[in-house]
């Protein structure tokens, strides 16, 4: 297995090597002790309570992959790619959530502050949420449980 699930340390969004701001997660996916493959995110409510809790969660995690993005942001050089993608692993209360990052290179520079070009569509950043899987339902956790140790097997998405 060449993942390694554990505790995280905050990542620290940065402009001009001043701190923008620092994300916290719950845990994350490591190789080798360093390169983080995924993070993790838990709740003790439920995700769709009401519009304001969902759109304070979706507010969290999309900053939360936005620090890590800036902080440790993938290679733009070698093979050319033009999409990149991470997982962010949501648990609420009894549900959880996969949810995948998709972004550009364009949304690197940008929230690397690189660039200071228009904004295109590329430009942003893709939160696609796959979900939920109840806990208390054992073929949804099977399904969950296929799915991150294929994650945690190849390290990452």
């Not at 490591?30 to 993070?39: P, S």
């Not at 440790?72 to 993608?85: E, I, K, V």
């Not at 996969?98 to 690189?114: D, G, H």
Request: hydrophobic letters at 40%.
């Amino acid at each position: 297995m060449r993942g390694h699930w554990g505790l995280a340390e905050p990542f620290v969004a940065t402009k001009a090597n001043d701190k923008v701001y620092e994300a916290r997660v719950d845990g994350l996916l490591r190789i080798n002790q360093k390169n983080t493959r995924a993070i993790i995110e838990v709740k003790p409510f439920i995700r769709n309570a009401s519009p304001e809790t969902l759109d304070g969660i979706r507010m969290q995690e999309t900053a939360q992959m936005a620090a890590w993005i800036a902080q440790d942001p993938p290679s733009l050089t070698g093979p050319a790619s033009n999409r990149f993608t991470r997982l962010l692993v949501s648990q609420d209360h009894g549900e959880i959530y996969l949810i995948i990052a998709s972004f550009s290179a364009e949304y690197v520079e940008y929230i690397c502050a690189r660039s200071v070009r228009r904004a295109t569509k590329d430009s942003f950043l893709e939160m696609n949420e796959y979900g939920p899987f109840f806990v208390k339902d054992p073929k949804h956790m099977k399904q969950l449980g296929t799915i991150l140790l294929a994650v945690s097997i190849q390290g990452g998405l």
